[in-house]
């Protein structure tokens, strides 16, 4: 998935004034932080959403959000096909000390 969605939710959550920040991190690809993970794959048969925009519609209904149909998994006209895995220690260690952070700051208030 791309993080562009992830952006554009964030934006709507902000511009509805809640409380929201999103970090990314360079070249961190999906299982960025399993370090079992070798530090990159391509999978090129792997679907990917990459240029899928997905809305909400009525009742729950997920709908890509350039046709307003509903979203059909993985069969959708938007699904792509290649993607990227792989672990990423600097990035995991970004996540990490973030994280720590971030609980601390909540739990120290």
Known sequence: MSVVPCRDYVARLKAAGADV???EYPDAQ???DTPTSPPL???PKAQSTRNCRLKEGDEG???NA???EPYKLGTDACVATGAHVGHNPTATAAAREALVRFVQAVLLQ
Do not use: P, Y
């Open 21 to 23: 920040a999103l970090t």
């Open 30 to 32: 999906h299982s960025f």
């Open 41 to 43: 794959v391509g999978i």
């Open 61 to 63: 209904t997920i709908l």
């Open 66 to 68: 350039a046709t307003s």
